[in-house]
T-cell receptor, first 113, second 110 residues
Framework: DAGVIQSPRHEVTEMGQEVTLRCKPI?????LFWYRQTMMRGLELLIY????????DSGMPEDRFSAKMPNASFSTLKIQPSEPRDSAVYFC???????????FGSGTRLTVV | DQQVKQNSPSLSVQEGRISILNCDYT??????FLWYKKYPAEGPTFLIS?????DKNEDGRFTVFLNKSAKHLSLHIVPSQPGDSAVYFCAASDFNKFYFGSGTKLNVKP
């Protein structure tokens, strides 16, 4: 199994531009999570899906952030327009259930200048 | 307000000694606790977990202790090895929603 695959690994963009982060979960995992990691706040849950349906998006910081999961093998996190304070590492993770823990992707390092 | 806290941002331990990483939480409804290990430029890797009905779980050199009355979780690594140097995150679960601490950077010196 290739694990959770995220793309791109690194993204540098100018303030105001749209940014799309992508994630392919492990096949068969029913849960998909988007996290953001910063030095100040550690790992923050942004949103999670169960069977492609968004369950809790209370961690999404602003309306500029949106996430979709059109099918069981793909999810996107979009920021429009991006701002410098959005600079962070964004992780995608998938899991079968709480008892198995997560498998994380390698993350996307986003820099907004 | 953070529901899971790791108050020590860093820890330095000599090789062969015990490493103890601590974690506090506020929500008594959490039913599952996990520890993750993260190397630079990689995603966190699941390390060990414990259900709220237990107070100890052991896996090789790693043992997790849960003190529900104190709402405190700890990870013991014995003996510590240089390869254990990484950032360790504790996490708590409430109905499949996970809350992470901010991490503790462990440095194991040869």
């Amino acid at each position: 199994d290739a694990g959770v695959i995220q793309s791109p690994r690194h993204e540098v963009t100018e303030m105001g531009q749209e940014v799309t982060l992508r994630c392919k979960p492990i096949s068969g995992h029913d849960y998909l999570f988007w996290y953001r990691q910063t030095m100040m706040r550690g790992l923050e849950l942004l949103i999670y899906f169960n069977n492609n349906v968004p369950i809790d998006d209370s961690g999404m910081p602003e309306d500029r952030f949106s996430a979709k999961m059109p099918n069981a093998s793909f999810s996107t996190l979009k920021i429009q327009p991006s701002e410098p304070r959005d600079s962070a590492v964004y992780f995608c993770a998938s899991s079968l259930s709480a008892s198995t823990g997560y498998t994380f992707g390698s993350g996307t390092r986003l820099t907004v200048v | 307000d953070q529901q899971v806290k790791q108050n020590s941002p860093s820890l330095s331990v000599q090789e062969g000694r015990i490493s103890i990483l601590n974690c506090d939480y506020t929500n008594s409804m959490f039913d599952y606790f996990l520890w993750y290990k993260k190397y630079p430029a990689e995603g966190p890797t699941f390390l060990i977990s414990i259900s709220s009905i237990k107070d100890k779980n052991e896996d090789g050199r790693f043992t997790v202790f849960l003190n529900k009355s104190a709402k405190h979780l700890s990870l013991h690594i014995v003996p510590s090895q240089p390869g254990d140097s990484a950032v360790y995150f504790c996490a708590a679960s409430d109905f499949n929603k996970f809350y992470f601490g901010s991490g503790t950077k462990l440095n194991v010196k040869p």
